[in-house]
């Protein structure tokens, strides 16, 4: 099937910061994949996703896939928003990713051999992207995921200083997590200069939303695809093998 990606540095571009750019990405297509950042518990994510299923539908782009986050008062808003629109929807509700680890926010702790975060032994069900991925192609692609909210955690609840541990063990390095208190993860993203942001942003997703109301597995992978997720030791081993975590 013929794909179009949908950011700043694709062609056409889109940015979510400039409405004029919705309507020509969009164009010629039927269904969007929809991954709103920084995240949909930012303040005016609901009214964003309201203007962009309205672009879309007015355009001819019935069906769409919003990927969502759990536990935040925002998501949940932007999710009414989207069912309210008049589209084909499926929402799709993601723990924290494995991948946060190998290509994102925690790679660059991975590397030092320390990572520190303010989660507090509050254990997560992490997901793969791999499963996320398949989950939103079938809901893109086929029928019967119309107007269902699927919820998609790992297989396991561990702490990230057991997944700290976990991909230390698969690379062979010494890599440690140490826990931090909010204050201390506060004045250490000031240091590094986070824009005010997205450090706002981090101590939301760590200072509120992190409190256990996640701390729970679901079996929306096994709805949505009739297979378990992928393991988060599967995944640091696979990972680690491919070099990405090589000091
Ligand atoms: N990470 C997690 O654990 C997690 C868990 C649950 C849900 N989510 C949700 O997943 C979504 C993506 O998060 P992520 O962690 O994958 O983010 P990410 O790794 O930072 O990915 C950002 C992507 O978005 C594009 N992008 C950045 N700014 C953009 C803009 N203004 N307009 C259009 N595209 C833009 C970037 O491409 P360009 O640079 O080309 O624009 C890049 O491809 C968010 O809605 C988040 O809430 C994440």
Redesign the pocket.
């Known amino acids: 099937m013929p794909v179009r990606v949908?950011?700043?540095?694709?062609q056409p571009p889109?940015?979510?910061?400039d409405q004029a750019t919705w309507a020509p990405a969009l164009a010629g297509t039927a269904a969007a994949y929809v991954?709103?950042?920084?995240?949909?518990?930012v303040p005016g994510s609901p009214a964003a996703i309201a203007s962009f299923a309205e672009t879309a539908v007015n355009g001819g782009t019935r069906r769409l896939v919003l990927?969502?986050?759990?536990g935040e008062e925002g998501a949940l808003r932007a999710e009414k928003a989207l069912e309210a629109s008049g589209a084909e929807w499926t929402v799709v509700r993601?723990?924290?990713?494995n991948q946060?680890f190998s290509?994102?926010?925690f790679l660059s702790q991975v590397l030092a051999g320390e990572v520190a975060l303010p989660t507090d032994g509050v254990p997560e069900p992490f997901v793969d992207t791999d499963g996320i991925a398949d989950v939103a192609v079938a809901a893109l692609t086929e029928d019967g995921y119309e107007g269902r909210v699927y919820e998609l955690t790992g297989p396991r609840l561990i702490t990230f200083g057991q997944a700290v541990a976990e991909i230390a063990d698969a690379t062979g390095r010494p890599i440690r997590y140490s826990p931090i208190s909010m204050a201390q993860f506060t004045a250490g993203l000031a240091e590094e200069g986070t824009p005010e942001d997205l450090a706002a942003l981090l101590t939301y997703l760590f200072g509120d939303v992190m409190d256990g109301r996640n701390a729970y597995l679901t079996d929306g992978v096994r709805q949505a695809l009739g297979r378990e997720p992928r393991d988060f030791g599967d995944y640091a081993r696979e990972t680690a093998a491919t070099g990405v975590w090589a000091a």
């Open positions: 949908g950011s700043r540095s694709a889109f940015d979510w910061a991954s709103y950042v920084p995240d949909l518990g990927l969502s986050g759990r993601c723990s924290w990713f946060n290509e994102s926010l």
